[in-house]
């Protein structure tokens, strides 16, 4: 069975509220991805959530310094994550925690981490050198799949033995996981794998594009590792 993303209390509620303007968009996802519903953000960072929801709803909303510190406090991230300023920066930038713990992930940890599915990298021989890129991709069946194009880097990758990587750095409290998977990757022929594929892939192509080439990578080991404070 095809891992699927847990299910939160807010589940329900996110049809209905709907973020606009890029702190908007940041302030929900960071919320949701702490499984906190919008009402008990507001009382964490001591504001109502009727301003929580302006934020969240209106592009031109422009709270003051102090209140994007407590949004931040609240959120468990920092001002600078919530007003984009890193998102062009590489994550990992901050300083590392002062006693931090690092641990190897079990192979059951490791698969239920990768089967949240979103973008990974995977690691691919060319003619001239190994290059990684990164794709969107999902777990069917245990297996790794993604979509490609045709002589795209990605689907180089047919007929070899590859290494595909997913990792999540929270900067703020300098802590995170990695995964890495190896083994074989093919090409998808069969028209009724490529249709079933179709149907339970989670994640499409951000590049866009005309991308109908299915890639599977069965993974024959799988490890993984863990940063905590």
């Known amino acids: ?12 509620a996110t049809t209905a509220e709907r973020p606009s303007g890029d702190l908007g968009r940041r302030l929900a996802a960071r919320r949701l ?7 008990e953000t507001a009382v964490r960072a001591g504001v109502a ?8 709803e209106h592009p031109g909303a422009s709270p003051n310094r102090g209140t994007l510190l407590t949004l931040a406090a609240a959120l468990e991230t920092t001002v600078s994550e919530l007003t ?15 006693s931090p713990e690092f641990t190897e992930l079990s192979t059951d940890e490791c698969r239920s981490l990768l089967g949240t599915h979103g973008v990974g ?7 001239s050198a190994p290059v ?14 993604f979509r490609t194009a045709s002589g795209a880097t990605p689907s180089l990758a047919s007929g070899h033995q590859v290494a595909f990587e997913v990792d999540r ?4 409290f300098s802590s995170g996981w990695s995964v890495l998977a190896c083994g074989p990757a093919h090409t998808v022929t069969d028209p009724d794998e ?10 499409a192509p951000w590049a866009g594009g005309h991308r109908d080439l299915w890639m599977r990578i069965e993974p024959r080991t799988i490890t993984g590792r863990r940063i905590t404070v």
Do not use: F, Q, W
């Open 1 to 12: 069975m095809r891992a699927m993303p847990e299910r939160t209390r807010t589940d329900a």
């Open 33 to 39: 991805h702490l499984g906190l519903a919008r009402r």
């Open 49 to 56: 959530p009727s301003y929580l929801k302006y934020l969240e």
């Open 84 to 98: 984009g300023g890193a998102a062009d920066l590489p994550t990992g930038l901050g300083e590392a925690a002062r």
């Open 121 to 127: 990298r995977i690691a691919v021989s060319t003619p």
């Open 132 to 145: 990684v890129v990164p794709v969107n991709y999902s777990v069917v069946d245990g297996a790794i799949v």
């Open 169 to 172: 750095i929270d900067d703020a």
């Open 194 to 203: 490529t249709r079933r594929l179709d149907e339970r892939a989670y994640t």
